[in-house]
């Protein structure tokens, strides 16, 4: 029988020993790797969440539409039945849910739309608080890095920390929840004008249209560079795992893939061709 000799015994324990050390050594040498996935990791599931809640109301209504009509037909309504065709059929065909129903709209397919839009009004509020809440959180934890590197001498390190605070503070989805939740605020502070006043009309003005400094332009996504693959991912690996930021769309979350966006910060249509100083063509975007 062959022993090993002691010399490889001696080896093999010290490939072993270092080998452990050098993994616990990269798992905290930078706890800023970690705290930053476990905040991207809830932002993800915040994202998820959302949008399956509205890719539920997208099927839920004419799911709706459905069992309203089977309603009517049991009470014998047929007004209310070819009412309910008729929305069908202009759904089918539009794909969109108006907020405001135009004249000669049913009564019942008036309701089904108002719940509609209150479903999605209250997971996109339901998003918006979610995102700045994990934001806040993962904000303070890096304020509390910040000043235990600077206090340490690590200068170098507290920067870092600040670059990627200002990073999540210019982020197109977290400032997209902040000017939500703020026009929320806005609206239902505002007091309710006299009954006896009459107020006047208001004056609104076409909002202005600038390139996305998210993608600069691209309509792409600024993590995936629009493949909609997370940059992440083990190359050559048969799994796929989805970008976090555009769930693999491949589109930038500021402007939704069209490169520009409003003064309120979401996704907008690109100028027209005629500009208002009447130049052609000016601010419009050729991506091909």
């Known amino acids: 029988m062959n022993r090993p000799f002691p010399g490889r015994i001696i080896h093999a324990c010290f490939v072993a020993v270092f080998l452990v050390s050098q993994g616990a050594a990269q798992a905290t040498a930078d706890p800023l790797v970690n705290l930053k996935a476990s905040y991207e990791a809830a932002i993800f599931r915040t994202e998820k969440e959302y949008s399956d809640t509205k890719e539920n109301c997208r099927k839920g209504y004419p799911a709706a539409l459905n069992t309203r009509e089977m309603l009517f037909k049991r009470a014998g309504n047929l007004d209310g039945v070819m009412a309910i065709r008729a929305e069908k059929e202009r ?10 129903p135009p004249p000669g709209t049913d009564d019942q397919v008036k309701v089904l739309q108002a719940s509609y839009h209150k479903a999605l009004g209250n997971a996109e509020l339901k998003h918006n608080k979610a995102i700045l809440h994990w934001t806040r959180l993962y904000l303070d934890k890096l304020d509390t890095m910040e000043k235990s590197l600077t206090k340490a001498g690590k200068i170098d390190e507290a920067l870092a920390i600040r670059r990627e605070a200002e990073r999540v503070r210019k982020d197109p989805v977290v400032k997209a929840a902040e000017f939500a939740m703020a026009d929320i605020k806005a609206a239902t502070a505002a007091p309710a004008a006299p009954a006896t006043q009459t107020p006047p009309t208001p004056t609104v003005a076409a909002p202005a249209v600038s390139r996305c400094t998210a993608c600069d332009g691209t309509g792409k996504c600024d993590r995936c560079n629009g493949s909609g693959v997370s940059p992440h991912a083990l190359k050559g690996s048969h799994l796929s795992a989805k970008c976090l930021r555009c769930l693999g769309s491949g589109k930038c979350k500021a402007c939704q893939g069209t490169g520009w966006v409003g003064a309120d910060g979401k996704s907008a249509a690109p100028p027209a061709a005629h500009g208002e ?8 975007r050729h991506d091909g």
């Open 277 to 284: 100083d009447g130049k052609r063509g000016e601010g419009r």
């Open 91 to 100: 759904y089918t065909k539009e794909k969109t849910v108006p907020k405001d």
